[in-house]
């Protein structure tokens, strides 16, 4: 009866403290720009936690940590089970800021299979609202759309969004979403790899975004020699395994192609010594902006200037 009652303690004082409390309270800040209303992402320094099930759940994108709010407080701090209820107990009452979120939540999506959604969604034709998202939001020349349309690994999402596939032994496990109001992932499905370009490729470039895989292959005029992948910006046990799958083959080069940032160096670098650890070889290429997708933009706009009859203004030529 006792050990009943301790344990209706400790859930129902867990459903008072939701984890983003944990994360404010420990300097933790909300990434608003990188989140989504499933998937909330604080920072504090190089750390990042993505906390879901509306509060009750974490994990930790660079680790395969994750849990509750019981674990979350044990993985900040180190510390034991009885310290880490001690400290869930002091924060009864403190309500981490919400996010003025103008989007209003994604219609439910039908009981199917993650194949089975995919199967139904329309592959992006030119002119279809997808199509011009990524023409003309973000870019893409349209040899790249063709090449990932021809591939498979684009659909039409919701509301004019994409949808970019991730695949694993020829299987779709998830997607990639984004869109002109929404970023996120396929509900109930699993990041892998998503790719573009020849599988037997010995050249793989690893991006944190699909967008930043296609803009990357756009800069490059998509070689042939190079299998351009994203990671959709997580790193689990099959991700990893996908990874180290091409590393490992005769003459392979692992190419760390992540943002120019803190969190694309942590990903650099853990591809880097993967890349050490397997015997292949690696580089790190930065992007000169933020990402690709933001270097691609910089020289459209920059081309169309000129083409224009105007040279680019210095300040873009330099970031592009």
């Known amino acids: ?11 129902e004082l867990k459903g008072k403290v939701p984890c983003g409390a944990v994360l404010e309270h420990c300097g ?17 320094e190089t750390a990042i936690i993505i906390v879901i099930h509306d509060g009750k759940g974490w994990f930790d994108p660079l680790s395969d940590a994750k849990g509750d709010v019981y674990s979350l407080i044990q993985h900040l701090d180190g510390c034991d089970f009885p310290e880490a209820f001690v ?21 439910r999506e039908p009981d199917l299979s993650i194949p089975e959604r995919w199967r139904a969604r329309r592959k ?7 199509w011009r998202y990524l023409r003309d939001d973000r870019h893409l020349p349209e040899r790249i759309l063709r090449a990932a349309i021809a591939a498979g690994v684009l659909r039409e999402g919701p509301h004019g ?17 984004r869109g002109p109001e929404w970023r996120g992932f396929a509900t109930g499905g699993s990041k892998v790899l998503f790719r573009l370009g020849p599988a037997d490729a010995g050249r793989v470039c690893v991006t ?32 990893d395994a996908a ?10 080069r692992l190419v760390a192609a992540t943002d120019n940032n803190v969190q694309g160096d942590i990903y650099a670098d853990r591809l880097l010594a993967l ?43 330099r970031q592009g």
């Open 1 to 11: 009866m006792q050990a009943n009652m301790e344990k209706a303690e400790r859930e």
């Open 28 to 44: 933790f800040a909300l990434d608003l720009k990188e989140s989504t209303r499933r998937a909330m992402k604080y920072r504090r």
């Open 87 to 107: 400290q869930v107990a002091s924060l009864v009452g403190f309500v981490p800021s919400e996010p003025a979120w103008t989007r209003q939540p994604r219609e």
């Open 124 to 130: 992006p034709w030119r002119g279809s609202a997808t």
């Open 161 to 177: 969004s994409m949808w970019a596939a991730h695949i694993d032994a020829g299987a779709v496990t998830g997607w990639e979403e």
């Open 208 to 239: 944190e975004a699909a967008i930043d895989a296609m803009s990357l292959a756009a800069i490059e005029a998509n070689r042939p020699d190079t299998l351009y992948v994203s990671t959709g910006g997580g790193w689990s046990p099959a991700t």
């Open 243 to 252: 990874i180290r799958l091409v590393a490992e083959r005769s003459e392979a």
């Open 275 to 317: 890349a050490e650890e397997v015997g292949c070889g690696a580089e790190r290429l930065r992007p000169i902006a933020s990402d690709w997708n933001v270097d691609l933009k910089v020289r459209a706009e920059a081309r169309g200037m000129e083409e224009g009859g105007r040279l680019p203004h210095a300040r873009r030529a």
